[in-house]
């Protein structure tokens, strides 16, 4: 594709294809026959029109003068980008423009090409992978603090929690487990579904100022237990 930018801002992409406008540029559609032309200011009664007309040779014109058979309103400096796609970022490179670096947009202050899990700093762009034993439901990236953040909301988090242990609640697995354990498990599942419906029932002003909830943690017992279940059902 044959592009033209002026001051690093895209202008005019041309329809042609890039063999045609080649074909413009080496002049292949010009009339490249020699011209005959008499003096200037020859008047052909004088001698009887015998002066033979000079041959002019053909001259090829300049670039920005062929680049106007190609885009509409080509001015002299404009560049020429031939690509498959127009420069999202350009910079001036010796003569033409190139994409620049995604440190070097960074640099410019654009922040925007930056994605989840990544920062910019002393002219780097720093790569942050989310550590699976956080364990978050929701993990989003919190690009003030640079790391990641649990992103579900509470009443999200104490409603998978419940999803995952109601799944015992049944007479027969609680047996199984032994009474110590399925006394665990109801307790725990008993305290989710409270906290669960005080959660859906508060206002919403309450529920963005509460702390940062914390969740009935199972013991080693309960949890490898409720892990074997999950790996036999």
């Known amino acids: 594709m044959y592009i033209q930018y002026r001051n690093l801002q895209l202008i005019e992409r041309?329809?042609?294809t890039d063999e045609e406008n080649e074909a413009i540029l080496n002049g292949d559609?010009?009339?490249k026959s020699p011209k005959y032309e008499y003096p200037e200011g020859y008047d052909?009664?004088?001698?009887?029109?015998f002066l033979r007309?000079?041959?002019?040779?053909?001259?090829?014109?300049?670039?920005?003068?062929?680049?106007?058979?190609?885009?509409?309103?080509?001015?002299k400096?404009?560049?020429?980008?031939?690509?498959?796609?127009?420069?999202?970022?350009?910079?001036?490179?010796?003569?033409?423009?190139?994409?620049?670096?995604?440190?070097?947009?960074c640099e410019s202050g654009d922040l925007s090409?930056?994605?989840?899990?990544?920062?910019?700093?002393?002219?780097?762009?720093?790569?942050?992978?989310?550590?699976?034993?956080?364990?978050y439901l929701k993990p989003i990236w919190n690009k003030d603090v640079h790391q990641f953040v649990e992103g579900a909301s509470d009443?999200?988090?104490?409603?998978?929690?419940?999803?995952?242990?109601?799944e015992l609640d049944t007479p027969s697995i609680l047996k199984e487990m032994g009474t110590e354990l399925a006394n665990e498990c109801m307790d725990m599942l008993i305290q989710l579904r409270g906290m669960a419906y005080g959660l859906e029932n508060s206002k919403p002003l309450r529920r963005r100022?509460?702390?940062?909830?914390?969740?009935?943690?199972?013991?080693?017992?309960?949890?490898?237990?409720?892990?074997?279940?999950n790996s036999i059902k």
């Open 14 to 16: 041309s329809a042609r």
């Open 53 to 75: 007309p000079i041959e002019v040779p053909f001259v090829m014109p300049s670039k920005d003068e062929m680049m106007k058979f190609i885009f509409s309103d080509w001015q």
């Open 113 to 135: 090409i930056l994605v989840d899990g990544e920062y910019f700093e002393n002219g780097k762009i720093i790569k942050v992978e989310y550590n699976q034993e956080l364990g």
């Open 29 to 31: 559609y010009l009339d």
């Open 77 to 105: 400096g404009d560049i020429l980008v031939i690509a498959d796609y127009p420069l999202k970022h350009p910079k001036l490179q010796g003569d033409t423009l190139v994409e620049m670096t995604r440190e070097e947009i």
């Open 209 to 229: 100022k509460r702390a940062i909830l914390e969740l009935p943690q199972p013991s080693i017992e309960l949890k490898a237990f409720k892990d074997r279940f």
């Open 44 to 49: 052909d009664s004088v001698d009887g029109g």
């Open 155 to 166: 009443v999200e988090q104490v409603q998978a929690q419940i999803n995952e242990y109601s």
